[in-house]
């Protein structure tokens, strides 16, 4: 899971780990998710097919996942037929239609300067009608769904519900064969004595409930979900491992403490090829946060790290690590304490190292070993995988 605001590397590091496991299955999220995998030159990005689908391995999306017919699609095509035959999603999916897509439109537009900066893919619409028991599930679509209180619904919403029988239909033609139970799946693969990877969604401080509320994701994006939203015991889930990047971005609205403008971000973006694998907005850049990160490390129960995206600092002179936050003359450590406040407190730097000019050509510089062990002790975490860019094979294991 990623340990940030998203956008951390989590595609490459699935795909790094997944020939390892027998099947990876994502847990949360939908096609707002974008997880990236290069190989060689060749770029693939996944909004919803889990991101082992190139390692050959079994590919579950459980229920905590809504799935956007069009977007599963889309990606099978891209699959060879027997990495197809491979992928099995829960039937107890919630689905996104086109008029969830336009419903999130019409609420970001009532939200006005408050907008979140929703991806608009009608996400949080549907993990809504979910809780409003108004949404199909990928099985209800299969069994026949009755459309005429969601029509309704979105009637009274202003948004026209024409053409949700065709759509249904098109969908259950591509879904049918596809459904299954994956729950029951992960358990025949433990008690068979194989192993499946958990492939998260966004990160940790977009959790709708723990993250920096209302600039959040739709649903739960930290570990705690994982047993609920595939339905399997909280005792088949092991090692927690969290992706952070070297520095921090975001995407959208909502506070983000150490964020930096100007030239300086304008090259971390660069370098970095900081722009939304979902969206192609640019991301928002900013200098590597402790404070958040030690909260989302207790929060995950995380006990190993991924650092990703190291290099792109040997482009930058200056680097800092936020230690705490200044807000009122007093200083804090304590991130959960200042979610209430995010927006007003005042990051307090520490540069304890540079990677300024550092070549990768043989494993890791001194600079980038100073700083693992840097994060090691201030975060009580090993650091496992070190990612430098995004193709697969430049990831170092320690």
Not at 23 to 46: D, E, L
Not at 162 to 169: I, P, Q, R, S, Y
Not at 200 to 210: A, P, R, Y
Request: with cysteine; charged share 25%; proline share 4%.
């Amino acid at each position: 899971m990623g340990l940030q605001w998203g956008d951390e590397g989590k595609g490459k590091i699935v795909d790094y780990l997944a020939g390892g496991y027998d099947a990876v299955a994502r847990y949360s999220g939908g096609s707002n998710a974008g997880h990236t995998v290069v190989i060689g030159t060749r770029k693939h990005t996944f909004h919803l097919i889990p991101s082992g689908a190139f390692k050959g391995k079994e590919l579950l999306i459980g229920a905590g996942v809504v799935v956007d017919p069009a977007v599963l699609r889309e990606e099978l095509s891209l699959l060879p037929d027997e990495l197809r035959k491979k992928m099995l999603v829960d039937g107890r999916c919630s689905l996104v239609s086109p008029q969830d897509k336009e419903l999130d439109k019409v609420l970001e537009e009532m939200r006005g300067p408050a907008a979140i900066g929703t991806t608009k893919r009608g996400i949080g619409p549907a993990y809504a009608l979910r809780a409003l028991r108004l949404s199909p599930r990928a099985s209800d679509l299969i069994a026949g769904f009755d459309f005429s209180a969601l029509s309704k619904f979105y009637q009274k919403l202003g948004v026209d519900p024409a053409g949700l029988v065709a759509w249904a239909e098109d969908s259950k033609a591509l879904l049918r064969g596809m459904v299954g139970d994956v729950s029951r799946r992960i358990v025949e693969l433990s008690e068979s004595g194989g192993s499946v990877l958990f492939e998260g969604s966004q990160g940790s401080l977009l959790d709708l409930l723990h993250g920096s509320y209302p600039y959040v994701t739709s649903t739960h994006t930290t570990t705690g979900y994982i047993p609920a939203a595939l339905g399997i015991s909280h005792t088949l889930v092991g090692k927690s491992l969290g992706v952070t990047k070297s520095y921090a971005t975001r995407v959208g609205g909502g506070p983000f403490p150490t964020e930096i403008t100007g030239p300086l971000a304008e090259t971390i973006r660069s370098v970095g090829n900081e722009y939304g694998a979902t969206t192609g907005r640019p991301r928002r850049v900013g200098w590597i946060d402790l404070v958040a990160l030690r909260y989302t490390v207790k929060l995950n129960g995380t006990s190993e790290l991924a650092l990703s995206k190291v290099d792109v600092l040997s482009q930058v002179k200056d680097f800092k690590v936020c230690v705490a936050y200044r807000r009122d003359g007093s200083e804090t450590s304590d991130f959960q304490a200042s979610l209430a406040h995010l927006s007003e407190v005042e990051p307090v730097y520490e540069s304890p190292f540079s990677f300024y000019g550092a070549s990768y050509d043989h494993g890791l510089p001194a600079a980038e070993k100073r700083f693992v062990e840097y994060l090691e002790n201030e975060l009580r975490v090993r650091v496992r995988l070190v990612s430098h860019g995004e193709e697969r094979s430049k990831t170092v294991e320690l």
